[in-house]
Structures are given as structure tokens and as C-alpha cells.
């Protein structure tokens, strides 16, 4: 079922314009053909009822039931030097039920705020379309990049992803209970002395994954997955 995010919502009618009807034009949907619509943070099931040069109408059949994790989980990123890899991660953070992905700057990261700030338009177009394709309703947020001074660690659990560290497996944590657990991940490099200094004076938790050293979007995603399974009563 293809998932579109209309424009403004009449009774039971959502119409769609712009970019969002050259993609219902694309997938070919034809009358009368079921669809998904985002909409205030709900997930619908739709008909396609009418298509016209500037608009199309679906028609609401129904709310569509949808979960969330029941942990609220922030993903405290650093931006990879290969910029496409943050992409990757953005998508698989809106797919893994992700709230809140904030770009970091560490020592080894890439580090122009300028151009990160520039990437912002195409990075909230890759989560949007990341949740029409996994029907995720909610929004994830995507917050300005900061730098570790800049950093507080406010959620209840507050881990950091280190290989080099002696720190705990994330399967040995006690996540049953968690209501909000954010999650740092180094950059390809891996994060300097000054950075797990910084880290070791914020009071985070180290952890680690095992066997391998894995690259920053796997670590990420492998460490998300875990978090939101063992989090889950
Ligand atoms: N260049 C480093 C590897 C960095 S991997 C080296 O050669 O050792 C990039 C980031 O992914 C790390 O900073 C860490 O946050 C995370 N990561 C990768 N593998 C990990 C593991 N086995 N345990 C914990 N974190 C890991």
C-alpha cells in the first residue's frame, strides 16, 4: 500500500497536490485503489476517489491502529565525514521508531555547522519519505547540530556507543523500566581522548557491541534495535 501525506483534510476527504501527487502519478495508483495517508500524526486507510491535473482525492475508509516503542529514544549522532551515511542513518532511525536524532560534532566528525545546516531541507525529505515507506505517523524530530560542550544528557539513561571502552554490553542493562534513553555514536574515526573525556565528565554510560568493530551506521542501527527490544515490557 503506497502512503501519501495530503494537504488539507475536508470531512472525510484528504486532497493532495505538489510533489506528493507527481509521486501518486508515478506509482501509478489507480481509482478506487487502497492508499495510506499521514495526517496529524495518524496513519488512514484510503481510497483513491478522483485524480485531476492539480489534485487528487482520497477518500478515509478508516483509522489505521499504529504502535510506537514504548521507550523514547535519542539518537545523539556523529556527523559522518561521508555525509550520505548520515542519510542512512536518518532512514533507519525514522523505520526503527527513533523520537529525536541530533547531528553531533566530535573531534573526528565532519564539522561545518554551515553545511550541515544546508543538508537540513534534504535530510527532512529523506525522513518523511522514510514514513510513508514504514508507515510510521509520528514525527521524528531532527534538531540543530551541536557540539559535545554543548550537550547535556537529560534523558533518564544516557549511553554511549565505544569500542575501545570497557564498557557494559547493552543486553546487560536494565531497560524494562526506561522511559527515555539517549544513545551516542562516534563518527568513522571513532571518538578521540578528548571527546570520551568529555563523555566520562557528563557521567554517561559506556557501552559496547560485540564481536567486531562495526561501521557508525550499523553500530547505530544495531544499537537502536537492542535498545527498543529490551525496553519493550
Ligand atoms: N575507527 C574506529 C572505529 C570507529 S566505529 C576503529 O578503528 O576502531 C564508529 C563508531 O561506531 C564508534 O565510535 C562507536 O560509537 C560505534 N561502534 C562501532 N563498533 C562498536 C562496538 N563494537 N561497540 C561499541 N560501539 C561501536
Known sequence: MHTFIPYRR????????GEELDHLRVRRVKRGEKVGAIWEEELYLCELEGISKTEARLRIIERLETKRPSVKIRLV???PVELKTFETILQKSTELGVQEVVPLITERSF???EIIEKKRERWERIVLESM???KRPYRLSLREPISIEEFKP????????????EGRRIKDLD???????SLVVGPEGGFSKRDVDMFKDLGL???????????????????IGL???????
Open 10 to 17: 475536508l470531512k472525510d476527504i484528504f486532497l493532495i497536490q
Open 77 to 79: 549522532q556523529a556527523v
Open 111 to 113: 564539522r561545518n555547522k
Open 132 to 134: 510513508k515507506q514504514c
Open 154 to 165: 537529560e534523558d533518564e539513561i544516557n549511553l554511549v556507543l565505544d569500542n575501545f571502552s
Open 175 to 181: 531497560l524494562k523500566e526506561a522511559k527515555s534513553v
Open 205 to 223: 554510560v559506556f557501552v559496547k557491541l560485540e564481536p567486531h568493530v562495526l561501521r557508525t551506521d550499523t553500530a547505530a542501527v544495531v544499537g
Open 227 to 233: 535498545i527498543v527490544n529490551l525496553a519493550d515490557p
